[in-house]
Structure formats: C-alpha cells, structure tokens
C-alpha cells in the first residue's frame, strides 16, 4: 500500500467526510466523498512533509491554466482520451509550471484512479481546507439569481456572526429556486429557497390528506 492509498484509506469515514444525504443524490453523495477523500488526502501529506505552501501555489497555477482554455477542460473530463496521454498531456504541464514532486505524483494517481476529472473539485476541496486551518470557514451559496457584492457581504456579515468565522463564499445559481437562498457549511445546510418551502408545504399537505 502506497502512502497514498494508505492515507485515502484512513482518512475514509472520518469527519472531514460527512455530507447531508437528504440534499444530495447519491450521484453527488459519491463525488462528495471522492473529492473529499482526495483532496485530504493530499492536503494530510502535504502538510507532514511541510510543503504545504507550495503545494496550495501549485494548485492556484494549476486552476488557472485549466480555466484558460475550455478544450483543456474537456480533454480531463473525457473520459475516451487514454490515462497516458493524459498523462503526458500533465507531464508537459507540470514541467512548464515547475509543479512540486508531490503535487505531480497526486495528478498521476487521480488519472491512475479515474478521478482526475474531479480536479478543480478537489482543488476547491483542498483550498477550503487549507482556510480552516488558517481559521477561515467556506460557505457555498446558491441562488435562484446573481447575488450583488451588497448582499453578499450581508450574508458574509450573518454567517460571521453564526459561527464566529470568516468566510470565504462560493457562488452559484439554480433557477429552480425560484428565490431565496441555500447555505452550505460543511455539512450543514440551510435552506430558505422558495422550492424548498414549496415541497415542505406539499409534504404538510399530504399529511393532512
């Protein structure tokens, strides 16, 4: 066993894993704990070997080039394109952005394992982690529509004064909302979404009938 599989396999089950089953599918709840598994992983090693600095500077690099260009997106995430031109595809990558040994053998071991379509994911993962350690929660919120700076920092201000932390916040939309909001906290959820009131009043309803 690897350190790698050998640090994936301890951290499997642990806290860092937990999720709320009632607002995930099982398609989501398996990509959860994959990326979680992951990025802990890489996030515990880096941090026994003290490079855990470069590692997170590795990553940003990384994340941008990704994002540079839509095709390179779509080569990771297709899943006909052979691991070893993936491989090699990582390989020329990592030479050009002078990627630390640590973070180039977890780039290889994701695409060995079939989850290196996970990888901005678990840069996420591994960036939210490095914010706890440093005293700094993350917060996924998801709106029915764009969210101006004013009222983010209203919700950054309410989530301060929740948990006694700062935040750092993850955007998103989703339409089926319709309005309000949904809240995620590691594995809290709050949820004020006008869909979500709309189901539970279904469900009082069916009760009643």
Request: glycine letters at 2%; aromatic letters at 6%; one cysteine or more.
């Amino acid at each position: 066993m690897t350190s790698w599989d050998l640090k994936i396999h301890q951290l499997n089950g642990t806290q860092c894993l937990q999720f709320n089953e009632k607002s995930m599918t099982n398609a989501q709840n398996r990509q959860t704990v994959s990326v979680s598994r992951y990025a802990n992983a890489l996030f515990q090693l880096s941090k026994e070997a003290k490079v855990i600095d470069t590692v997170s500077n590795d990553l940003k690099i990384l994340e941008v080039c990704i994002n540079s260009d839509v095709e390179i997106l779509k080569f990771i995430q297709n899943p006909s394109i052979k691991k070893s031109l993936k491989v090699q595809f990582f390989n020329t990558v990592s030479q050009k952005l002078e990627l630390s040994k640590l973070t180039e053998n977890f780039i290889g071991l994701i695409i060995k394992k079939n989850r290196v379509h996970y990888i901005l994911e678990m840069i996420s993962a591994f960036n939210n982690l490095l914010s706890e350690l440093k005293g700094i929660k993350s917060a996924n919120i998801t709106s029915a529509h764009k969210l101006s700076d004013e009222e983010v920092s209203k919700i950054k201000m309410k989530l301060k004064e929740k948990f006694n932390s700062e935040f750092n916040i993850n955007l998103n939309t989703d339409k089926s909302l319709i309005g309000g909001l949904k809240i995620q906290v590691g594995s809290q959820m709050i949820d004020s979404s006008i869909k979500n009131q709309l189901n539970l009043l279904k469900a009082k309803m069916k009760e009643v009938a």
